[in-house]
């Protein structure tokens, strides 16, 4: 069959520069709806403000000594070329020996335990190797921004499972209903950011029957298993029949308060492993070799290490949670991570974004409006989002201006 003369002339000619219709960015449409973060902005209004940051997620402290002198020696020992693409030989050891230790995980360090650039690039390689372009994944909402962008990446649709307030309990029914022909993956976060819910054992278990019976792979996202104040933490990798089909994620930076190092792992079957290993060699490729050994020796000590970062971080909840409370905020108190969501209703504010972008000139405080943790911004409107990972005297600081907010009020110096 031969192509129509015309149609050939037509392919051969040249558009003339004047006649192209100029796109409004070069970037590919799937990834337009993920600009610049909340976080960038909000960090720069405290900066330009000299608010107190209670916005973005990192600590004001560094992390335990032992785990900083051991990257030092590191560095010093001359371990700073690549490192093996699959992690240093000890800390995959200790990453699995802390979940056999933990949780009576089994994970062969050489074929079961993959070390990250942070949990980010470990949930980015496992749904790029897992799904699809068309694939569903199911997550908790409101969810770290990175899961839709992640999603957008590999083509898949981000199904969200929202999770309401005043409790933020899962409705187990719901996820029933969400689960369709095209669900690939499950991408469960708990403990969770931002509402600080940890899913009870009763919850995973349901959760585990359903990925079962639908035969859906998991990836979850266990950052936080170390930062549990109320309940414990259970990874649903432990349940029936979750063994083989989860990828299960973690990092030093929350544990260790070292969010700057990105030093990440997932384990996990091997066939899971070694496809997420196909995708992340050509992401990073490797990262952080000083850093890698110094974590390694952290995992070995973590119990004592975290003891006292989680104590710290329970009386910054009851300090941050009781000053938000006088202030007027409704306080949803977590369980579990650095974070608590509040909701703005009882100030008289209805616009969770405005109100954050007023705070810093209100009352010298930056927080993060939880609309951008949600598929549809109006289901999480009025939430606002502060960090207690700070110094006591910088959230008691924080909670004096605090005091002075009025629906509509000003900053008192």
Partial sequence: ??????????????????????????????????????????????????????????????????????????????????????????????????????????????????????????????????????????????????????????????????????????????????????????????????????LSRTELAAIAQLCVHHDLLAVTDEVYEHLVFDGEHVPLATLPGMGERTITISSAGKTFSLTGWKIGWLSGPEPLVQAVRAVKQFLTYVNGAPFQPAIAVGLDHVDELVGPVRDALVAGRDLLCAGLADAGFAVHRPAATYFVTTDVTALGETDGMAFCRALPTRAGVVAIPCEVFYDDPARGAALVRFAFCKRDEVLREAVRRLATLTAGGIRET
């Fill in 1 to 198: 069959m031969t192509a129509d003369p015309v149609e050939t002339a037509a392919l051969d000619e040249p558009v003339a520069a004047a006649d192209r219709v100029a796109p409004e960015t070069p970037l590919v449409a799937r990834m337009r709806g993920f600009g610049s973060t909340i976080f960038a902005e909000m960090s720069e209004l405290a900066a330009r403000t000299g608010a107190i940051n209670l916005g973005q997620g990192f600590p004001d402290t560094d992390g335990p000594e032992l785990v900083r002198r051991a990257a030092v020696e590191a560095i010093e020992a001359g371990r700073n070329q690549y490192p093996p693409g699959a992690g240093v030989p000890e800390l995959r050891r200790a990453i699995s020996d802390h979940q056999q230790r933990r949780y009576g995980l089994t994970a062969d360090p050489d074929t079961q335990v993959l070390v990250t650039a942070g949990a980010t690039e470990a949930i980015a390689a496992s749904i790029l190797a897992l799904c699809e372009a068309g694939d569903e994944v199911v997550a908790l909402e409101p969810f770290y921004d990175s899961y839709a962008a992640v999603a957008a990446l590999a083509g898949a649709r981000l199904v969200p499972w929202t999770l309401r307030a005043p409790d933020f309990r899962p409705d187990l029914d719901r996820l029933a209903d969400l689960v369709g022909p095209r669900t690939r993956v499950l991408l469960l976060n708990s403990p969770h950011n931002p509402t600080g819910t940890v």
